[in-house]
């Protein structure tokens, strides 16, 4: 769900990533984005390579509020190499899995040089909220 000019806009599509909204509106300036579905990883993959949009990897963003099941390798490294340089407010908010099970299934050194990464921006906040019943009964927040 999302909002232009205060209109409220849902859109049903579970592949749907903040890069598609980014290249629809390339001005855009503030982005909160809120899905219950993990980011494809495949569609992001190949960014770094894909020279036929470069507005894709230079962005007129500087806010970004994010919300979403878990952020995958790709999308973390996207995020890292080409969003977090030039925003100025950057909020995570990873739900349905906890801080433990997402280190364990990105790996801890890649997870430990995205979240450096995130000390370049001010304010930038990361959190993690694991579903209901999980074993561990408790948040963690950086």
């Given at each position: 769900?999302?909002?232009?000019?205060?209109?409220?806009?849902?859109?049903?599509?579970?592949?749907?990533t903040t890069l598609n909204i980014m290249n629809i509106c390339p001005h855009l300036i503030s982005l909160t984005y809120h899905s219950l579905y993990e980011f494809p990883d495949i569609s992001v993959k190949d960014i770094p390579s894909d020279n036929t949009n470069?507005?894709?990897?230079?962005?007129?963003?500087?806010?970004?509020?994010?919300?979403?099941?878990?952020?995958?390798?790709?999308?973390?490294?996207?995020?890292?190499?080409?969003?977090?340089?030039?925003?100025?407010?950057?909020?995570?908010?990873?739900?349905?899995?906890?801080?433990?099970?997402?280190?364990?299934?990105?790996?801890?050194?890649?997870?430990?040089?995205?979240?450096?990464?995130?000390?370049?921006?001010?304010?930038?906040?990361?959190?993690?909220?694991?579903?209901?019943?999980?074993?561990?009964?408790?948040?963690?927040?950086?």
């Amino acid at each position: 769900m999302g909002s232009i000019n205060n209109e409220m806009l849902i859109l049903l599509d579970t592949e749907l990533t903040t890069l598609n909204i980014m290249n629809i509106c390339p001005h855009l300036i503030s982005l909160t984005y809120h899905s219950l579905y993990e980011f494809p990883d495949i569609s992001v993959k190949d960014i770094p390579s894909d020279n036929t949009n470069p507005k894709r990897l230079d962005s007129s963003l500087k806010e970004l509020k994010l919300s979403a099941p878990t952020i995958p390798y790709h999308y973390a490294t996207y995020l890292k190499d080409y969003l977090v340089p030039h925003v100025n407010v950057l909020k995570i908010n990873i739900n349905d899995i906890d801080v433990f099970d997402w280190i364990e299934g990105f790996r801890l050194d890649n997870a430990v040089e995205f979240l450096r990464s995130l000390s370049q921006v001010k304010p930038a906040s990361i959190c993690w909220e694991p579903y209901k019943h999980n074993d561990r009964d408790y948040q963690h927040g950086i």
